[in-house]
């Protein structure tokens, strides 16, 4: 490796270390104000979109079924969200936000990894694909398993 690809790699490295830096600064700060950076995507994700079902809120945050709705009834138990089941099927829940709920989706200012979902919708296609490009490059740099 000669100097320059030395000092790039070092360059891109830090970039990396400064993002993962940022945002376990960003869920502290979260914490701190008593809500996780998890509950806030849920919240501001319910601000958006009005009431959803669970399996929404499963395939916004990417997790599996048993901790969105882990999730959903911590927020039910917090006084943030209500549940209640379909009136056309009896199988689903609806969640929806409470009073207090949307007050703090409103009120917390958009930072972290909301922000970066919110941002990405807006570049233009081609700047996306570069992005997931190398997105999917450091994954198989870092050997990170498909599953995750």
């Known amino acids: 490796m000669n100097d320059t690809n030395e000092t790039i790699a070092t360059d891109a490295f830090r970039s990396v270390l400064k993002l993962l830096r940022y945002l376990r600064q960003h ?4 914490n701190s104000q008593g809500i996780s950076p998890q509950h ?3 919240l501001r994700f319910l601000l958006e979109s009005g009431p959803v079902t669970v399996g929404q809120v499963q395939d916004y945050l990417y997790q599996s079924a ?3 709705s882990t999730l959903v009834a911590q927020l039910e138990e917090a006084g943030h ?17 409470t009073v207090v709920g949307q007050e703090i989706a409103q009120n917390t200012s958009l930072a972290g990894l909301p922000l970066l979902r919110r941002q990405l919708k807006h570049l233009p296609q081609e700047r996306l694909q570069t992005i997931n490009e190398v997105l999917a490059e450091l ?10």
């Open 66 to 68: 048993s901790t969105a």
């Open 40 to 42: 806030f995507s849920v």
């Open 27 to 30: 869920a502290r700060q979260m």
């Open 81 to 97: 969200v209500t549940r209640t089941r379909s009136k056309k099927d009896n199988r689903v829940v609806i969640v929806e936000l």
């Open 139 to 148: 994954m198989q740099l870092m050997e990170v398993p498909d599953s995750q």
